[in-house]
């Protein structure tokens, strides 16, 4: 008889351990509650006690049972969207009552078109959080300024919403965070100064919004970067003489702003970069003659300036240039032959001022 009572006490214990807490069920109920999912029925997978057993989206820590993870996905090759052909389409709104889950690592809510409602401010207590991840929404309001709280996050995603207000001084405090992307949003003010000091980011992605001011110089310090995609915005200035230099940055984006000035040397050297974007500015004077054998463009943009004086001749030098577009500029003279140029449209090169030969009329 004692041998099965401490058979049953253990049973006990170990269903104990691994269903949720009922704080966390209590949780997750009040965020079921705040929205709608009409067409494919995930939140009918959200009944019973158990949280942490066939609730979809739902992931526990196996030994304290408590809440780690709500990843929920309106696009992606989720078996439940491949069944329904279709999208996820959910409304309503977060509630702050997701803020009970403190041991949260992992806060997905992407893709579902039509949330609305501000961001929980609360959300900046949840310590152990290491990704947000709410982009394809309609989110309102600000991002919260106590967002540097998140020591942990290394995603921070929020693109694609309706997002007002400044980036949050706080957001450098984020040591942690690899990938930002607050792209397609209405936020304006300046970049922060100091937002160089995110020194582990590898993706800075904070296009069509109204941000303004200058480049912020301190981005040279972040040996991780490869990817900076600043375009469609309200930035003024020089391009920095840095970004040419950076030791593994590959794609910049700057194009649709209000750049001044000339184009750095060191772009259009540099042997790393793959993708420049550089259009619709007011970049003016010569492009640099300054490509050589490791040159490697997948796509070079330079139109929609001002540029002037000629097609540089060691373009032809380069060992692969893609798309390249010289348009809607001041250039003038013979275009070079040979590669790249023996394959690019006239696209690449009309509205100039004197342009001339293939794949423009001859000379």
Not at 146 to 166: C, F, H, P, R, Y
Request: glycine share 8%.
């Amino acid at each position: 008889m004692k041998f099965l009572f401490l058979i049953s006490l253990l049973f006990a214990v170990t269903v104990a351990v691994n269903s949720c807490s009922p704080s966390d069920r209590a949780a997750l109920t009040a965020f079921k509650s705040s929205l709608s999912e009409p067409y494919l029925g995930i939140f009918r997978t959200w009944t019973g006690s158990d949280c942490c057993s066939n609730w979809y989206g739902v992931n526990c820590d196996p030994t304290s049972g408590r809440v780690t993870d709500i990843n929920l996905r309106g696009e992606s090759e989720d078996k439940i969207l491949i069944k329904a052909r279709r999208t996820g389409y959910m409304t309503g709104s977060i509630s702050p009552e997701i803020c009970n889950l403190s041991e949260l690592k992992t806060l997905v809510v992407a893709d579902w078109k039509s949330i609305a409602g501000e961001i929980p401010t609360c959300i900046t207590s949840l310590s152990n959080l290491k990704i947000i991840d709410l982009i394809g929404n309609r989110f309102t309001g600000t991002i919260p300024d106590e967002i540097g709280n998140l020591k942990k996050l290394t995603v921070l995603s929020l693109a694609d919403n309706a997002i007002t207000g400044q980036i949050p001084a706080s957001i450098v405090n984020l040591e942690k965070l690899m990938h930002l992307d607050l792209s397609s949003n209405r936020l304006s003010g300046e970049i922060p100064v100091d937002f160089g000091k995110l020194s582990m980011l590898s993706r800075v992605l904070l296009s069509k919004n109204g941000l303004e001011g200058s480049i912020p110089n301190s981005i040279s310090n972040m040996n991780r970067l490869a990817d900076l995609d600043l375009s469609d915005n309200l930035l003024s200035g020089s391009i920095p003489v840095w970004i040419g230099s950076m030791p593994v940055l590959s794609t910049v984006k700057l194009d649709i702003n209000q750049l001044s000035g000339h184009l750095p040397e060191s772009l259009l050297s540099s042997s790393g970069l793959n993708i420049v974007n550089l259009s619709r500015n007011a970049l003016e004077g010569f492009i640099p003659d300054v490509f050589h054998p490791k040159t490697y463009f997948t796509a070079l943009d330079l139109s929609y300036n001002n540029l002037k004086g000629s097609v540089p001749k060691s373009l032809a030098s380069a060992r692969y240039i893609g798309h390249l577009d010289l348009s809607h500029n001041h250039l003038c003279g013979p275009i070079p032959v040979g590669s790249p140029f023996d394959r690019l449209e006239a696209s690449s090169f009309q509205n100039n001022d004197c342009l001339c030969g293939m794949p423009l009329s001859t000379c």
